[in-house]
């Protein structure tokens, strides 16, 4: 039975991520075609924290006052559905952009999915089992890109859309047979309380570092480097593949980053060399644009950055709240570093359309590097 609930788990999160994520290295480059400006496109990109940004404190909180998490990973699949269904059907940008952000809705219910899995473990097996979730997250993320990059170079940009809606259709159907915890302690919050949960030390210094940290990774990996690798000369197979070595070695970031790396270094020291790390690859985008040897090396390099940055930050979230509280905490979590998946793109449009794509992941390496000596110096054990 162990084994059981834990591979319907892992096949659900594998689809659900493989259908959000198969259209993310043509979604810039598609939207330049049907017509989007620069500062259109960062809407797009960013609608997608936005809507997340909106839901997943009150997902979190609905969460831990009912006990139940299973509906809204099935809800979460549904709503995935009808947003590949849509950017499918429809080539217009401002539909592109209500349903890329119908598709951050539905990653808002990831929140239920990650609290639901950490309690198929022991307590002490937090950073474990949070590992093991982002792994599943990573690997749908790696599949998805990887075939999406192949598919569309065969068959088109809208080709990656039926790959979308088709995968979350066959998450919704196994989604009903993930396991939930009937005997589930509840806990009746108030908003007083939740906000209390959110200002917590624990909880609030995570929250912000990973603000900028997805500002900074939804501004260049998932925003514009498709654009620059365009331009300078990637194909759209080769695009995917940039995605694919970023993810590839994200997944090996999120194993060796409360393993290899925790009995060395305390928090703070591994979150810094995250940060430093997704620094070097945005120092080398811009250049690398026209190598795609050299690109894939700077973005494998990211990768792991950010694979160590946000599972430490998950699972030091996960392991200092207590019991009936975990799901708001990731909820508030999940939900403010949503702002910088919206804000970082939207500035980052200005930026580019005032001064170059150069400046503006100038901007993007000097961020990441004063976050990495913020974490060295403030962010204790």
């Known amino acids: 039975m162990y084994k059981f609930r834990?591979?319907?788990?892992?096949?659900?999160?594998?689809?659900?991520?493989?259908?959000?994520?198969?259209?993310?290295?043509?979604?810039?480059?598609y939207s330049q075609d049907i017509g989007a400006g620069v500062q259109l496109i960062g809407m797009i990109i960013g609608s997608y924290g936005f809507t997340q940004m909106l839901v997943r404190i009150p997902i979190g909180v609905i969460c831990?006052?009912?006990?139940?998490?299973?509906?809204?990973?099935?809800?979460?699949?549904?709503?995935?559905?009808?947003?590949?269904?849509?950017?499918?059907?429809f080539k217009n940008p401002i539909l592109v952009l209500v349903f890329r952000g119908l598709g951050g809705v539905a990653a808002g219910t990831w929140v239920s999915f990650t609290v639901l899995y950490t309690e198929y473990f022991k307590e002490d097996q937090s950073a474990s089992s949070m590992g093991n979730i982002l792994a599943c997250n990573s690997f749908g993320n790696l599949l998805g890109v990887f075939f999406g990059g192949v598919i569309s170079q065969s068959y088109g940009y809208a080709s990656t859309f039926i790959v979308a809606f088709i995968t979350a259709g066959l998450a919704f159907i196994i989604s009903f047979f993930v396991y939930e915890n009937p005997n589930y302690i509840k806990s009746d919050v108030s908003t007083k309380e939740v906000i209390n949960i959110g200002l917590n030390k624990n909880v609030l210094i995570p929250s912000v570092l990973a603000i900028f940290m997805q500002a900074i990774i939804f501004s260049s990996m998932f925003g514009y480097s498709p654009a620059v690798n365009k331009l300078g000369g990637m194909t759209s197979f080769q695009l995917g593949l940039v995605s694919t070595f970023f993810l590839i070695t994200k997944i090996g970031g999120s194993k060796i980053s409360g393993v290899q790396l925790g009995a060395k270094y305390g928090f703070g020291k591994r979150i810094s060399i995250g940060f430093t790390l997704i620094g070097i690859m945005t120092m080398f985008t811009v250049m690398s644009?026209?190598?795609?040897?050299?690109?894939?090396?700077?973005?494998?390099?990211?990768?792991?950055?950010?694979?160590?940055?946000?599972?430490?930050?998950?699972?030091?979230?996960?392991?200092?709240?207590?019991?009936?509280?975990?799901?708001?905490?990731?909820?508030?979590?999940?939900?403010?570093?949503?702002?910088?998946?919206?804000?970082?793109?939207?500035?980052?449009g200005y930026f580019i359309n005032w001064f170059s794509y150069g400046f503006n992941y100038m901007i993007l390496t000097l961020l990441a590097l004063i976050c990495a000596t913020y974490s060295f110096l403030f962010v204790k054990s």
């Open 6 to 29: 834990n591979i319907i788990m892992n096949i659900t999160v594998i689809l659900f991520w493989i259908s959000l994520y198969v259209y993310v290295p043509i979604l810039t480059p």
């Open 64 to 89: 831990d006052r009912t006990g139940k998490k299973k509906n809204f990973v099935i809800i979460g699949c549904a709503l995935l559905f009808l947003s590949g269904l849509g950017l499918y059907l």
């Open 289 to 348: 644009s026209s190598n795609p040897i050299f690109s894939y090396l700077v973005h494998a390099i990211g990768g792991c950055g950010y694979g160590i940055a946000i599972s430490l930050l998950m699972s030091y979230i996960v392991s200092e709240t207590e019991k009936g509280k975990k799901t708001i905490a990731m909820g508030f979590f999940q939900s403010i570093y949503g702002i910088g998946m919206f804000v970082g793109p939207v500035i980052s």
